[in-house]
């Protein structure tokens, strides 16, 4: 069984309208944590709401012994993670899930991540990690409007090189994030992709996969009620017949072990 940790909030900082970073002393976690994993969130001291809220971690150190989580505020849940305030307690279930796999480091180790709006939250983590094995990493990052890009400083300062797309046209190229892969990879870049966003623009990637042949992991989003695999609510249909489940069998999967 996961442990249940009781942390104690640094900072809980506004990012954007609607996006905000929380930061929490949670040493153990910030030990075993993997890019990818998530934990699940008590949001309010009373048991209303009555369930834990999953978030991905979007950072971490170690040796501070803190974590960052990156959410987006659409719903009770989050409105009231979004008042809480720092000095205050708060109790976290993880890490759990089964996060990204990392390549092997290679001389010319390549990595493409692709973020679709709140789908940035896992890669952070993911980009450091890439980093440090000595892989170049890309993040390809695409939102609604330019308010609803956040964080890309963070990947700036870790050598990641950035492009940004919005639908809008109000930052960067004008188009989504899956067009900007396909310009991408049509330049002749290669390498191993990642991604993290809303399901149609995983599935979208999903074809794009299939007409220019290369794997991708990646990181579903889906409400998990319980984390631990014991709801079934998160369960997403497998090729073949039979379903995965986001909370045990990933939140991270092979491009071709589901069908969304």
């Known amino acids: 069984m996961p ?11 506004r990012l954007s309208p609607s996006v905000w970073r929380l930061r929490v002393k949670a ?9 990818g994993q998530f934990v699940q969130v008590r949001v309010a001291d009373t048991y209303d709401p009555l369930l834990r809220t999953p978030l991905s971690v979007h950072d971490c150190d170690p040796g501070q012994g803190t974590i960052d989580l990156l959410y987006q505020t659409v719903g ?17 279930v993880g ?6 796999a990392l390549p092997q480091p290679s001389a010319n180790g390549f990595a493409i991540l692709v973020a679709g709006g ?4 896992p890669l952070l983590l993911l980009a450091r990690d890439l980093v440090a094995n000595g892989i170049n990493v890309r993040l390809l990052y695409g939102a609604r409007t330019a308010t609803d890009l956040v964080g890309i400083d963070a990947f700036e300062r870790l050598g990641v090189a950035v492009a940004c797309c919005t639908d809008d ?28 966003g809303p ?5 979208a990637l999903q074809r794009l996969a299939g007409q220019r042949q290369f794997s991708a992991q990646l990181s579903l989003e889906a409400y998990m009620a319980c984390g631990l695999g014991v709801c079934l609510g998160c369960a997403v249909a497998a090729p073949g017949g039979g379903y995965v489940h986001v909370c045990t069998d990933g939140p991270v999967f092979k491009e071709s072990e589901v069908v969304l």
């Open 27 to 35: 040493p153990a976690i910030a030990r075993e944590v993997r890019p």
């Open 199 to 203: 399901n149609p623009m995983l599935k």
């Open 3 to 13: 442990a249940t940790h009781k942390t104690l909030i640094i900072s809980n900082e």
């Open 76 to 92: 009770t849940s989050t409105q009231l993670l979004s008042q809480r305030q720092a000095k205050t307690e708060l109790s976290i």
């Open 169 to 196: 046209g109000s930052y960067g190229i004008a188009g989504n994030v899956v067009d900007l892969l396909a310009g991408f990879l049509q330049s002749g870049a290669a390498g191993e992709v990642f991604a993290c």
């Open 95 to 100: 890490p759990l899930g089964r996060g990204f």
């Open 118 to 121: 709140i789908g940035v939250a």
